[in-house]
């Protein structure tokens, strides 16, 4: 949970300021700023790493996966511990019992009877001791509990397949949260490259300010003005570094990277593939209804939460088996000897018969219960129903909107960047003013802000498409 915490926090987080350089024409398909862009930090010595690598790396390396995996490995033993309560089970005794009186060593077969002779037979009658000594085999094999037995496997059986549905769901969630940090960075890192073009703007300006202030042609406060805005500029610019060294710390947790490893930098490329972007606004076109029900079967969760019914309906007819008559053999072979160690073997073998008349209630209550779950898991499954059909909407909304805001803000940008020229223009003629200088300059920054900000979303909002449709966000045609 502080792992997604941490993923939704660098996701939401505000970058404030963007300069004018550095952007141009964005299309779908086409790279952030329409080329590949270097990190602004320096990557001598480190390795580069695309998209489909750092996916690779997390799929390795992540310890949240392993564990997943290992669950997998667990129910199955779970299955082989489920098959073997249905096999016989032979236990070897021994035991030193004292008693304070003197026991019989053996069952009491005959009573001592004279023989011709004056002769006393007593070969029936056992010898007596007060510690006995007991050594030998026991076994026991259930033949029939109710149709537990049998039940018990296929509920194992079940499990491992939850656990096999489980490790999808931590495979699909673990390639979206390392997809996003991926993007933030690559957001990020241009903002970071544009944050420095402003802060050399500004001090540009104020270098020129500086001049025209000593040429009598402003006013002192046209500097001071400045000042404080690049005061401000270079505040930004170190936030958008540190978020930068704080989501790459994120991304090296998800890869499953320790502190001392080697850090990495990123290739940036925020390229939605042509032909995933054209089969994401294909989806767009389909009924909601007709999308939403193949998603049901493709969504590792929907399969997990199946797998959780049919789990519950079996315990439910588990707990119903309790009222039925249990059937087991079982049997000793042994030896039985006093102090003299004189041992003597003995047998037996049982069939025991077990119904149970009264329980207080126990096996009703345990019945109601597993409906209870069972019923539960049904209304889950409603709702996961309910939620997959809004996060398909709301991601193909999310792909409409993204791509609107990128139109719009592509275009104002042109226009902002040429009221910044006159305004600088202006400024250096003496016929403007600083403020409209710094004031074209926000604005352009306000711009470039939403257009980058709607290339994140509209990345984002494919991504999302295809973990709402249930398709495997590994097989994007990345490898382009």
Not at 273 to 299: D, I, M, Q, Y
């Amino acid at each position: 949970m502080k792992r997604l915490a941490a993923v939704a926090m660098i996701l939401l987080m505000a970058t404030p300021a963007l300069s004018e350089d550095g952007t141009a024409n964005e299309t779908p398909g086409a790279p952030l700023g329409g080329q590949r862009v270097a990190p602004s930090v320096p990557v001598e010595g480190k390795d580069t790493l695309t998209l489909v690598q750092v996916i690779e790396c997390a799929l390795k390396k992540s310890p949240v996966l392993a564990q997943s995996a290992k669950n997998v490995e667990v129910e199955g033993y779970g299955i082989l511990s489920a098959k073997a309560d249905r096999m016989p089970k032979v236990d070897f005794l021994s035991a030193v019992t004292r008693y304070r009186y003197p026991t019989p060593v053996t069952p009491i077969t005959g009573f001592p009877s004279p023989r011709p002779g004056g002769v006393i037979d007593s070969s029936g009658f056992p010898r007596f001791d007060e510690t006995i000594l007991d050594t030998g085999l026991a076994f026991r094999l259930p033949l029939y509990k109710g149709g537990r037995l049998q039940r018990a496997v296929h509920i194992a059986e079940m499990r491992k397949v939850l656990a096999e549905d489980n490790l999808g769901v931590t495979r699909q969630e673990l390639i979206y949260n390392v997809t996003s940090v991926y993007y933030k960075i690559c957001q990020l890192e241009k903002l970071v490259q544009a944050h420095e073009a402003g802060v050399r703007q500004l001090e540009l300006h104020r270098r020129n300010a500086e001049s025209l202030l000593q040429a009598g042609s402003v006013p002192r406060v046209d500097l001071l003005k400045t000042d404080v805005e690049l005061a401000h500029a270079r505040q930004d610019l170190l936030l958008v570094q540190n978020s930068v060294a704080s989501a790459y710390a994120l991304l090296k947790g998800l890869m499953g990277m320790e502190d001392q490893e080697p850090t990495f930098a990123i290739v940036h490329d925020l390229a939605t593939p042509s032909s995933v972007w054209g089969e994401a606004c294909k989806r767009s076109g389909e009924a909601l209804r007709e999308v939403t029900e193949n998603a049901l079967t493709r969504r590792p969760e929907h399969r997990a939460l199946v797998q959780r019914i049919r789990i519950a309906e079996e315990r439910v007819k588990v707990a119903q088996g309790k009222r039925l008559p249990e059937i087991a053999l079982s049997g000793e072979v042994s030896e039985r000897s006093g102090e003299d160690l004189n041992y003597e073997d003995n047998w037996n073998v049982s069939l025991r018969v077990t119904v149970p008349i009264v329980d207080g209630g126990s096996i009703a209550a345990e019945v109601k219960r597993e409906r209870a779950e069972l019923a539960k898991l049904r209304d889950e499954e409603r709702e996961l129903r309910i939620n997959v059909a809004r996060e398909i909407k709301d991601a193909l909304l999310a792909m409409e909107n993204a791509e609107k805001r990128v139109e719009v803000a592509r275009e104002s940008i042109g226009a902002a960047r040429e009221n910044l020229r006159v305004e600088r223009l202006k400024y250096e003629a003496g016929a403007g003013t600083s403020a409209d200088v710094i004031d074209a300059r926000t604005a352009l920054v306000r711009t470039e802000t939403e257009h980058y900000q709607g290339l994140y979303d509209r990345n984002i909002a494919v991504t999302s498409l295809r973990k709402a449709l249930g398709e495997d966000l590994f097989g994007w045609e990345w490898n382009r």
